[in-house]
């Protein structure tokens, strides 16, 4: 009988060995190899250094070919009109002859158009509605692009055409009524000056009256 009972105890424990290294297997998590955890190394990205843009001269060149073709007839017109508005009138002289005849070409005209009208010289300001209307009526592409910018252009030029006139008028009739002021002015000087002549008392010595015939004047 304690055979048996050894016998058994030693079966048990035979199988239960296994059944605890099992056990310990299935608890146990494998461990990451060590190159899933390493990371990459950053990666270097080259330094931009800021660069300084050259300077310009205050008077602008006209729209390039590039500008024309990225940005547009009409919006390269307005980055040139917004470029030559602050420009005094050495530099507007400049820039106008430096354009000289604009030929046929629309957006020459605009520009030159540009200019003149900023010179507060009445036939400048003529001369540019005349540029204005030119590319109104020019049918090429070209110019039909830019055929809305000129109309507004021109109508705000003839508007300033007529508020300088009447400037103008003002202007000269102040100077005549001025002048007929300075006139009645020397007319009231010279009737005062003839009513003072005549309100001078007479101080010229009086003769002595000539004694009677015959007698004869006692010392």
Known sequence: MSFSF???SIFAGAMAVPFALLLTACTTQPKPPA?????????LLPRVMPVEAEPK??????ASLFTLTTQGPMAAMLTYADKVRPLNGADLST???RIGDPGDSPAIQMQLALLLSQTRVPADLARALGLLQRVIANPAPEAQSLHPLARALA???VEQRRVEDDRDKQVQQLRDAQRRIDQLNDRIEALRAIERSFA???????APAAPPNGSKTTP
Do not use: D, K
Request: charged share 15%; glycine share 0%; net charge positive.
């Open 95 to 97: 820039e106008i002859a």
């Open 35 to 43: 190159e899933a955890n390493a990371l990459p190394p950053p990666v």
């Open 57 to 62: 001269a205050p008077a602008t060149q006209p």
């Open 6 to 8: 050894v016998r058994s």
């Open 155 to 157: 109508a705000r030029y």
């Open 200 to 206: 001078r008392p007479n101080t010229m010595p009086t």
